[in-house]
């Protein structure tokens, strides 16, 4: 009993020798900083850049006689019926200089899928007949930038339908009958121009 208590005092005396001793070199010891850990926010990494490809879109050339084809970059999507969805919700978008829009300002797009038979139905809101100007001509621009950018840039899609507010409509601005799928028309349509550097 006196052997252990006179060990266990022992290895007391050392261990406060050698804490001692640390704490005497320590103030000598150059110290390195060490970078803090990163917080749980800092730590993420940012995701990368959105893949994106080229898409052919069409708007209005400034003298309003024709629909060019104008090269810009739209988000990609893995499947035809998303990445149909992704080049109308640009063709939506506000149109490059100098070009104008041929959809009217603030049309959205409702709804779009695709059928067996490569129709896309395309279902946009009833703001695209209540702002549209009106007149032949740009009712065809209207109606063909969204046909010739889908069959144009996914050559699965073959004709499509533009519904209005989820239900099959006659004519956006009486003059083209939309009662039936169409197929790509360039005959309003340039050689597309490349707007994204």
Do not use: C
Not at 7 to 13: K, R
Not at 78 to 86: K, N
């Amino acid at each position: 009993m006196v052997r252990r208590m006179a060990l266990g005092s022992l290895v007391v005396l050392v261990i406060l020798a050698l804490v001692w001793m640390v704490a005497a070199i320590a103030p000598r010891i150059p110290v390195r900083s060490v970078p803090a850990a990163a917080s749980p926010a800092a730590s993420v990494t940012p995701s990368g850049p959105e893949r994106k490809i080229k898409a052919t879109l069409y708007y209005i050339s400034e003298d309003g006689l024709s629909l060019p084809g104008v090269q810009r970059e739209v988000p990609f999507a893995d499947s035809i019926a998303e990445q149909a969805r992704r080049i109308v919700e640009a063709q939506l978008t506000a149109a490059p200089p100098p070009y104008a829009p041929a959809v009217p300002g603030g049309t959205t797009l409702r709804a779009l899928f695709i059928g067996q038979r490569g129709e896309a139905f395309v279902d946009l809101a009833g703001d695209v007949r209540t702002k549209h100007p009106g007149g032949a001509l740009y009712e065809l621009f209207t109606i063909y930038s969204i046909v010739n950018a889908l069959t144009v840039n996914l050559p699965a899609i073959t004709r499509v339908q533009i519904l209005i507010d989820g239900k099959e409509a006659d004519t956006l601005a009486g003059h083209v009958d939309l009662r039936h799928p169409l197929q790509k028309n360039l005959k309003w349509t340039e050689l597309p121009t490349d707007t994204d550097k």
